[in-house]
């Protein structure tokens, strides 16, 4: 009921069932209804029912009239003026709801924002460090990360190295007949051939 009007003022009315006035005021965030605190179940002298009234309402939930209008009894009468006190606080109460749901949502929003940053810094991140290793045309290792595996290897005395070098022949001659665009070609199509041999743990790079 309340949710259907997105209204944060407090909004008043009878309940159908029980008979008695019950108020409600929504807690949004951002036009969105999120909660709804309730105040209820009070008679107020302004909309007090007439005692066939009352009965009405008794018969129609099948309920005693008798025991119905004895309940009544030990619920006070409270006058508009009181009954808007108390929906003035709780609406304060909800505002402040309202705020803080709302500071919650902007800072979910900003950690979601920072968590995008950071996720995007760390694939530039190691976008970068593959460029520097990797070569541009053919994606096998470059030079730098040869000299650099050589200088590892080359440390170490507790394995054995086993190094395969080899040229592209008639790579110039391609170039110059051809052109470069199919020069290029041909060293995409030797490094796919070198990887697709190469057993997974080995480094194949290119060096000239």
């Known amino acids: 009921y309340l949710s259907a009007y997105k ?6 009315w009878r309940c159908k069932s029980a008979g008695l006035i019950d108020a409600g005021i929504n807690i949004m965030v951002e036009g969105e209804h999120i909660a709804s605190i309730l105040v209820g179940q009070v008679r107020l002298q302004e909309n007090e029912l007439s005692e066939s009234e009352y009965r009405a309402i008794a018969r129609a939930m ?6 119905y209008l004895n309940g009544l009894k030990n619920i006070p009468v409270m006058n508009m003026e009181k009954f808007k006190s108390i929906l ?6 909800a505002n402040q709801l309202s705020e803080l749901g709302y500071h919650n949502l902007q800072q979910k929003r900003k950690i979601k924002e920072l968590e995008i940053a950071e996720s995007n810094l760390q694939q530039g991140s190691v976008q970068l460090q593959e460029m520097a290793v990797k070569d541009a045309l053919t ?18 005395k507790d394995c054995k190295v086993c ?26 199509q030797i490094a796919d051939a070198l990887l697709q041999e190469a057993d997974p743990w080995a480094y194949v790079c290119r060096c000239g």
């Open 88 to 93: 003035d606080a709780f609406t304060i109460l």
């Open 62 to 67: 099948r309920i005693d009239e008798e025991k």
């Open 139 to 156: 994606g096998l290792y470059n030079r730098t990360k040869f000299e650099q595996l050589m200088e590892e290897y080359g440390a170490r």
């Open 7 to 12: 209204n944060p003022s407090p909004m008043i």
């Open 163 to 188: 190094m395969v070098s080899g040229d592209a022949n008639n790579l110039k001659l391609t170039n110059d007949i051809f052109g470069h665009e199919e020069g290029d070609k041909l060293l995409k």
